[in-house]
């Protein structure tokens, strides 16, 4: 009876077990989805309430090409959601199916032993079959078995209360999965709708812009031009800060640390880089509201064949008057001014965070910022209407994906 028991336990756990993974499975894929979703209103809030129709169609077909392309993640993660609905569904079903044949025979087992001992132990039958014992032990043992067959009987009854008020939960939780299924489906019929009304859009733009494709080709390259000797300057800004960090290296300064490929750093600043390290993923965005229009690394450019981008940070486009603000505490190491923007770049240890395209600076040179204090205003420009903050993440000399580093807005 005790190992039956036992069984009965473990397969109850397993099942409550079970139950939680799928819980959160689906969790994380409606977590998924709300994020997409949230990430299309930025789009639609920060790319397209200040798109200024036919004043910079490489920038607006930069816009409609990245809502499109969330579109599609968010078409992507709701069919997901709903393909593990389907499949939670099909389970269910069938063991829906098998509960109710347990519960059936269940009732016809008890329906039967219940009869039986009807017709066969009667109050009075009870009392002889113990008055008839040999001895005293033989009757014990009868006794025993008497209360053992009740107990039986009593735990036969609630393993069919149970039983029922399964199947009762199961069919409750199978008609809210079919509902919330049917609900995803309709949803992304809706999305496709709509991405087919995008993609309208950008041939439109693309047929515009093949007109004119040489003047934007020439344009661009006189940008990539001008942000290459941004990126030099900056270069030179973060080597001149080392090299002036290592003046004590011949000194022979107690505790300071004087590699000359990187920052000498204090005892105070090991630290502060070693309390950054370990926020690696985990930092707050350096604005309040914004979206990622241009990635780390060597990407093509969005909209012309042949050209690509070496983007030495992201770019993210936010509100307009929006405040770049500080993804650490640290120290002001240098402001710097390039073409009417600013660049404010905050040193944390051995690491810099760089702030560039402000258009007010609120901070000066030696200045300790706390974590999220307000840096200046993120410059707008007057052609695309477009407020983009321009943020790079440093180690020394090497340049780092700020991405990796940024929590998921």
Not at 316 to 321: F, V
Not at 380 to 385: G, I, L, P, Q, S
């Amino acid at each position: 009876m005790s190992k039956k028991i036992f069984l009965f336990f473990s397969i109850v756990l397993l099942t409550v077990t079970f139950s939680f993974g799928q819980s959160a499975k689906q969790k994380e894929l409606e977590k998924k989805r709300a994020q997409l979703q949230q990430e299309i209103a930025r789009v639609n809030k920060l790319l397209f309430s200040t798109q200024k129709e036919g004043k910079n169609l490489l920038n607006n077909l930069e816009d409609i090409n990245k809502k499109i392309q969330v579109r599609t993640d968010l078409i992507k993660a709701i069919s997901a959601e709903a393909n593990y609905l389907e499949g939670q569904v099909r389970k269910n079903e069938k063991e829906l199916k098998k509960l109710e044949e347990e519960l059936e025979a269940l009732k016809k087992d008890y329906a039967e032993m219940i009869l039986k001992s009807y017709k066969s132990k009667s109050e009075q039958s009870k009392l002889m079959f113990l008055l008839s014992s040999e001895d005293f032990f033989q009757g014990y043992k009868r006794f025993r078995y008497m209360q053992q067959y009740a107990d039986f009987r009593k735990k036969q009854g609630d393993s069919i209360v149970v039983k029922a008020e399964k199947v009762e939960d199961l069919t409750r939780k199978l008609q809210v999965q079919k509902v919330q299924k049917q609900a995803l489906v309709s949803k992304n019929k809706k999305e496709a709708e709509k991405i087919i009304s995008e993609k309208k859009t950008q041939e439109s733009l693309v047929k515009k812009i093949k007109s004119k494709e040489r003047t934007y080709i020439s344009e661009i390259k006189q940008k990539q031009q001008q942000e290459r000797d941004i990126e030099k300057a900056i270069e030179r800004v973060i080597r001149e800060a080392i090299a002036a960090s290592n003046k004590d290296k011949n000194k022979n300064t107690p505790n300071v640390d004087t590699k000359s490929s990187g920052f000498a750093l204090t005892p105070e600043g090991k630290a502060l880089a070693t309390r950054f390290e370990e926020n690696r993923g985990k930092l707050p965005w350096p604005v309040t509201e914004g979206v990622v229009t241009r990635n780390y690394g060597v990407i093509p450019h969005p909209t012309l064949r042949g050209i690509k981008i070496d983007s030495k940070g992201i770019h993210i486009t936010t509100k307009k008057n929006a405040s770049a603000r500080a993804v650490f505490k640290g120290i002001v190491l240098a402001i710097q001014s390039v073409s009417g923007r600013n660049a404010v770049y905050i040193q944390h240890g051995n690491y810099i965070s760089l702030y560039n395209n402000l258009d007010k600076v609120y901070v000066t040179k030696g200045q300790n910022v706390v974590l999220k204090q307000s840096l200046g205003t993120v410059f707008t420009d007057k052609v695309t209407n477009k407020t983009v903050l321009k943020f790079q993440i440093w180690k020394d000399t090497s340049r780092q994906n700020p991405t990796y580093w940024l929590a998921r807005m």
